[in-house]
């Protein structure tokens, strides 16, 4: 992204949005913006993920992942790379190890029974 805009977006972003030869699959503008969305959503989730931590005490990779699930709901408007980049991102910010992030499982058609893998 060598145009006259200061925003510098992190070569980590630019992989959500390039294809296997290196191209950017949208536009730089449209990456410098949803990068500068998925950032600051990332800073304003240290201070939940502080507060799950210090109130659940659940484990910290186990708060991550929590997050992450929501991030991959198709009402949080984020697609699933963006929220594994956000998330990443989030333990960056906390000082935290960033674990596995599961993929997310397709939503089943309402009324279809659950399947679980044992």
């Not at 060598?2 to 730089?28: C, W």
């Not at 659940?56 to 790379?81: D, K, N």
């Not at 596995?100 to 893998?117: F, R, S």
Request: charged share 20%; net charge negative.
């Amino acid at each position: 992204m060598d145009d006259d805009n200061q925003i510098h977006v992190p070569p980590s972003f630019m992989a959500v949005y390039t294809d296997a030869r290196g191209r950017l699959t949208e536009k730089p503008n449209s990456v410098r913006t949803r990068y500068e969305l998925c950032e600051d959503l990332a800073g304003h989730l240290v201070e939940h993920a502080q507060t799950l931590y210090h109130v659940q005490a659940p484990s910290e990779a186990e708060i991550l992942r929590r997050i992450h699930a929501g991030l991959c709901t198709a009402e949080s408007g984020v697609p699933v790379p963006e929220a594994t980049w956000i998330v990443t991102r989030l333990a960056e910010l906390l000082a935290w190890p960033c674990p596995e992030l599961p993929a997310p499982q397709p939503e089943q058609p309402a009324g279809e029974p659950q399947q679980h893998e044992c």
